[in-house]
């Protein structure tokens, strides 16, 4: 390995430095949970605290517990989405990477087109839906977390990434399988799935990343605060209450940062072809 | 109509999520174009373009339509070349995967748990730099804090496409490194490019959520973008204007679609 030029050595510290300054907002709200609740709200944040103290995290799960229910809130829509898209994206990624039938190219096109589409188009069509829904079968869905599930489950882009993905599994496989007489159920569950677990956990964690931090659709749909995810909630704290802040924003951060771990892995090792293949 | 066993089970395969998908999303847009043409929401009075007149006419939406094409020209244009040579610097110097990480790590930090950072940033003394006309540079850089973790992996992930021999052919016959990107790197990496340019888009916008979260519905004008009035509108649940506002949008949208994937066709017949 040859030595690294003096160039480049400097160009290294830099991007060392850069990637400091990209973590920084996080260090910051780490650091800033382990302050004593009575300096923040004198409004000064000192890098070294004073006393470093766990009293925001004790106030915020003893004392104000009610603020758990936001986090709950999160962790429903979340959970809800990321089940049921995970299910449906792959079974129909599998349906359009496996079988040939009629209309099979124009559904496919639709599926692209909607991909591209940000939600301020998408969202329009989600409402019209709901107050007619709402009107004809007297079912409430605005200020209900179903506003924020359903679109969810139904989004395209886990179809996309799924079939994408199954389309490169070598049919060797499947076709011995057939050979073997497995009726295709059988086949999807034995032999597919288990080569499917990169892009699961892919798909596992972009979910995650889109509807843990939900805020348009909240904010669209949600009127009552009680029902509101703490994507948006923890907004409120800052000015309110803001001695907790910190806290809880790290609790907030730590799921996310937990299955950033589990999943990292499977990032890097190739699901972000873009079919260059 | 036959369908042969194999196309019935294909069928069924994708049955589930595709008739949410024409339940949730499609056939209401279809009501939707119906709507926008509408003269009233309330009862059939009539069609008329006039939806599309007001939206179009409007201030607010002018301003919301510049701000968001200004956002996006610039903020994916700086993104695309900060993430290329980032990736670049990366995959040279074999960074280690940690500082790899910690690019990435921010897409998945939730925009609520940050904004203490950013409002420390924002609020110096009492100037809210968010109302000043820098904004617009701020809400770039936190765009590209967010995102740039994305792309970044496309293009670490492009670059390790590359085959070896072909970088070694160039480095034995002396090349230099710029000469090795100019004619290798960057051809091979226009696949991931693009691949990166679509997310890219598709993510700026989301910039809408750290926006809202610092400045509330109606943010400065600087920043004021098209989520913004298109949330305003709804709000009111009047659904002609809205419609059609949205239709514009997804109009334009199909409209550069189309243009490229034109140029792309047209291309590679040029080429066979």
């Not at chain 1, 302050?35 to 925001?56: N, R």
């Not at chain 1, 057939?178 to 596992?204: D, H, M, Q, T, Y």
């Not at chain 2, 590359?162 to 090349?175: D, K, T």
């Not at chain 2, 004008?221 to 059609?244: G, P, R, S």
Request: aromatic share 16%; hydrophobic share 50%; with cysteine.
């Amino acid at each position: 390995m040859q030595k690294r030029s003096n160039v480049d050595n400097l160009l290294l510290k830099g991007i060392r430095f850069l990637a400091f300054l990209f973590v920084l907002p996080i260090i910051y709200t780490f650091v800033g949970s382990f302050m004593d609740p009575h300096q923040l709200s004198q409004g000064e944040f000192k890098w070294t605290a004073e006393l470093p103290s766990l009293t925001q995290y004790f106030s915020l799960v003893i004392f104000k517990a009610e603020y758990m229910r936001f986090f709950l809130n999160s962790t429903f829509i979340a959970i809800s989405i990321i089940m049921l898209h995970m299910i449906f994206a792959t079974l129909t990624g599998y349906g359009f990477a496996m079988y040939q039938f009629r209309g099979k190219k124009v559904i496919f096109i639709i599926y692209t087109l909607l991909l591209m589409m940000p939600f301020q188009v998408t969202f329009v069509p989600n409402l019209l839906v709901f107050q007619k829904v709402e009107k004809f079968f007297s079912i409430q869905i605005f200020d209900t977390h179903l506003a924020l599930i359903l679109p969810g489950v139904y989004s395209v882009f886990g179809v996309y990434l799924m079939a994408q993905y199954i389309q490169r599994i070598p049919m060797e496989i499947v076709e011995a399988a057939r050979v073997e007489g497995a009726n295709e159920l059988r086949i999807f569950w034995s032999v597919i799935l288990p080569c499917l677990k990169p892009a699961l956990f892919s798909l596992l964690f972009l979910t995650f990343v889109d509807y843990w931090n939900l805020i348009e659709q909240a904010v669209l749909y949600l009127t009552s605060t009680e029902k509101q995810p703490l994507s948006v909630f923890l907004e409120s704290i800052y000015y309110q209450d803001h001695s907790i802040f910190y806290a809880g924003a790290v609790l907030y951060t730590l799921p996310s940062i937990y299955i950033f771990i589990k999943c990292e892995r499977y990032l890097r090792e190739g699901i972000f072809d873009g079919g260059q293949r | 109509m036959r369908l042969s066993n194999k196309q019935t089970q294909g069928l069924l395969f994708i049955a589930p999520h595709f008739l949410g998908l024409v339940a949730i999303y499609i056939l209401p847009f279809i009501v939707s174009i119906w709507m926008s043409l509408q003269v009233s929401s309330l009862r059939f009075r009539g069609f008329s373009l006039d939806n599309y007149l007001n939206v179009i006419r409007n201030n607010a939406f002018q301003m919301a339509l510049k701000n968001n094409l200004i956002f996006m020209i610039i903020g994916i244009a700086v993104m695309m070349g900060f993430t290329c040579i980032l990736s670049y610097w990366l995959w040279e110097l074999k960074a280690s995967h940690w500082i790899v990480l910690a690019f990435v790590l921010p897409i998945c930090i939730p925009s609520a748990s940050v904004i203490g950072f950013f409002r420390g940033i924002i609020n110096i003394g009492n100037l809210n730099l968010l109302n000043t006309n820098y904004a617009m540079a701020l809400v770039i850089i936190i765009y590209i804090w967010k995102h740039a973790g994305y792309t970044i992996l496309i293009f670490m992930n492009g670059l390790g496409q590359i085959p070896n021999e072909i970088i070694e052919s160039a480095q034995i016959e002396g090349a230099t490194r710029w000469q090795i990107f100019k004619y290798v790197t960057y051809p091979e990496l226009k696949p991931a490019a693009s691949f990166g340019l679509i997310v890219s888009v598709i993510n700026s916008y989301k910039v809408y959520k750290e926006i809202y979260l610092l400045e509330g519905r109606y943010p400065n004008n600087n920043i004021y973008m098209l989520q913004n009035y298109l949330n305003n509108k709804a709000v009111k649940f009047d659904v002609t204007e809205l419609a059609a506002a949205s239709n514009l949008m997804m109009a334009a949208i199909l409209l550069i679609i189309g243009i490229i994937h034109m140029a792309y066709v047209l291309r590679k017949k040029r080429e066979v």
